[in-house]
C-alpha cells in the first residue's frame, strides 16, 4: 500500500521560493516514478515535473523548466519541488504522484500514474 503525503505549500510573494516535500510509503518498487502536478482553479491538472527515481531522469513542463528543480531523496523516500522565481500563475493545488512503471514518454500524463497524494496550496501574489 502506497502512501503520498504532501507538505510545504504556502503564500509567497512573486519572485520567491518554496520547496514542496513528498513522503511515499510502501515498497520502493512501487513508486519508482514520482511526478508533480497542479491545478488551478477551473483548470486541467497537468504535470509539472516527473523524475525516474532509479536513473534521475527528468521531465518539467515548459512554463517551469529554469525555475523548478525535482528531485528524490532515495534514503528518505522523499520527492522535492524547489520552486524559484514564483509567478503568479503558479498558483495552484500541488499534487504528488507515483507509479511503479510508466510507458515510454508518458511521464507528463497524469494517467500513467496509481498513486495520488491530497495535495498542498500553493499561493503566489
Known amino acids: 500500500h502506497v502512501q503520498l503525503v504532501e507538505s510545504g505549500g504556502d503564500s509567497v510573494e512573486a519572485g520567491g521560493s518554496l520547496r514542496l516535500s513528498c513522503l511515499a510509503s510502501?515498497?520502493?518498487?512501487?513508486?519508482?516514478?514520482m511526478a508533480w502536478f497542479r491545478r488551478a482553479p477551473g483548470n486541467a491538472r497537468e504535470g509539472v515535473a516527473a523524475?525516474?527515481?532509479?536513473?534521475?531522469?527528468?521531465y518539467y513542463l515548459n512554463s517551469v523548466e529554469g525555475r523548478f528543480t525535482i528531485s528524490h531523496d532515495n534514503a528518505k523516500n522523499t520527492l522535492y519541488l524547489q520552486m524559484n522565481s514564483l509567478k503568479s500563475e503558479d498558483t495552484a493545488s500541488y499534487y504528488c504522484a507515483a507509479s511503479g512503471r510508466i510507458g515510454a514518454g508518458k511521464a507528463r500524463m497524469e494517467s500513467s500514474y496509481s498513486y495520488w497524494g491530497q495535495g498542498t496550496q500553493v499561493t503566489v501574489s
Open positions: 523524475i525516474d527515481t532509479g536513473d534521475g531522469s527528468t
Open positions: 510502501g515498497p520502493p518498487y512501487t513508486h519508482k516514478y
